[in-house]
């Protein structure tokens, strides 16, 4: 409800996708650009409360996460977030037991599911991950054949 007093407020808004974001408002008109993951740009709540209003796909997918708690509740994003947290650091995660793995990529969206597998075909083609017995284990994960 705090949401709606403040509208003026803003918020810092950064890219979570490796990619672009384009966000142009059908309010206001102004184009926003996140060129990279981890680039910011800084929405007002009311700028915020539009996206959402035009896709739920910015936040929810998420393609873009704010860092303002009171926005974070508000949407109701606190569960999403855990689970990005989880694997915001690809290596950890891909570290962890396939059960481990399995509990937290299938509650993922699919972009993020897609972000996973990416970075896990990364590392199967550099030669970082090359035991044949984590390789299946990491086709069982995301239910695809791993080429190496």
């Known amino acids: 409800a705090s949401l709606y007093q403040d509208r ?5 808004v950064r890219s ?5 974001v384009i966000y142009k408002s059908k309010k206001t008109g102004v184009t926003y ?3 990279e993951k981890g680039t910011y740009e800084i929405l007002t709540i009311d700028e915020l409360l539009n996206m959402e209003s035009q896709s739920q796909k910015f936040l929810h997918s998420p393609w873009l996460m704010v860092d ?5 509740e508000a ?13 915001e650091d690809l290596d ?4 962890m ?26 590392k199967v083609d ?21 080429e190496y």
């Open 92 to 95: 950890s995660f891909v570290d």
């Open 126 to 146: 550099s030669g970082e991950i090359d035991s044949r017995a984590k390789i299946r284990e990491l086709e069982d994960l995301v239910g695809r054949e791993l």
């Open 75 to 87: 949407f109701n994003l606190q569960g999403l977030y855990d689970l990005v947290a989880k694997v």
């Open 8 to 12: 003026t407020r803003e918020i810092p």
């Open 33 to 35: 650009k996140w060129l």
């Open 68 to 72: 303002d708690t009171e926005v974070i």
């Open 16 to 20: 979570c996708i490796n990619g672009r």
């Open 97 to 122: 037991s396939l059960g481990e793995q399995q509990k937290i990529y299938n509650k993922l969206p699919k972009t993020l599911q897609n972000q996973v597998y990416n970075h896990i075909c990364f």
